[in-house]
């Protein structure tokens, strides 16, 4: 299967899962309240306690399937600016806990790969977390 057709299917299961999250009533509530269930039947309380952990995880599916077809609105390198953290040319600051794709030397063969991670803080300066040993100066990234 080509990525292109790969891609037009998440876009399918997107929609599915949303469709989904909509009728539990998971964007409304987390934990399915909304649903009626027999609160005396250990068999629907079960039924609920896993459908919970279900929705969590298609959520988080979801969101990430999302984040996939953003457009990605800049891409730059990062500089330090005078308060410690990094910036892109146009002005989007990363600190500890922020979501960052960078192109890191990550692929086969030491190719170039675009990854998402997170930003940290170390007491003296940030990094990317699972890639510790790359600068951050001069870092090229993207984003969405």
């Known amino acids: 299967m080509e990525l292109s057709m790969a891609l037009v299917q998440m876009e399918g299961l997107k929609c599915r899962i949303d469709d989904i999250l909509s009728i539990t009533t998971y964007d409304e509530h987390a934990d399915l309240r909304g649903l009626h269930v027999d609160h005396k039947d250990?068999?629907?309380l079960f039924q609920l306690r896993e459908m919970q952990k279900i929705?969590?995880?298609?959520?988080?599916?979801?969101?990430?399937?999302?984040?996939?077809f953003r457009p990605v609105r800049e891409?730059?390198?990062l500089h330090?600016?005078?308060?410690g953290?990094?910036?892109t040319e146009k002005g989007y600051c990363y600190r500890s806990g922020s979501l960052i794709e960078a192109l890191v030397?990550?692929?086969?063969?030491?190719t170039p790969c675009w990854v998402q991670t997170k930003v940290e803080h170390d007491g003296e300066d940030y990094y990317l977390m699972g890639y510790?040993?790359?600068?951050?100066e001069g870092?090229?990234?993207?984003?969405r």
Do not use: F, N
């Not at 510790?132 to 951050?136: H, N, S, V, Y």
């Open 42 to 44: 250990s068999g629907q």
């Open 55 to 68: 929705m969590g995880k298609l959520a988080d599916i979801g969101g990430s399937i999302e984040y996939l």
């Open 75 to 77: 891409t730059g390198t």
């Open 80 to 83: 330090r600016d005078e308060s």
């Open 85 to 87: 953290g990094y910036r």
């Open 105 to 110: 030397q990550d692929g086969p063969d030491g």
């Open 132 to 136: 510790e040993d790359t600068p951050m």
């Open 139 to 143: 870092l090229e990234v993207r984003v």
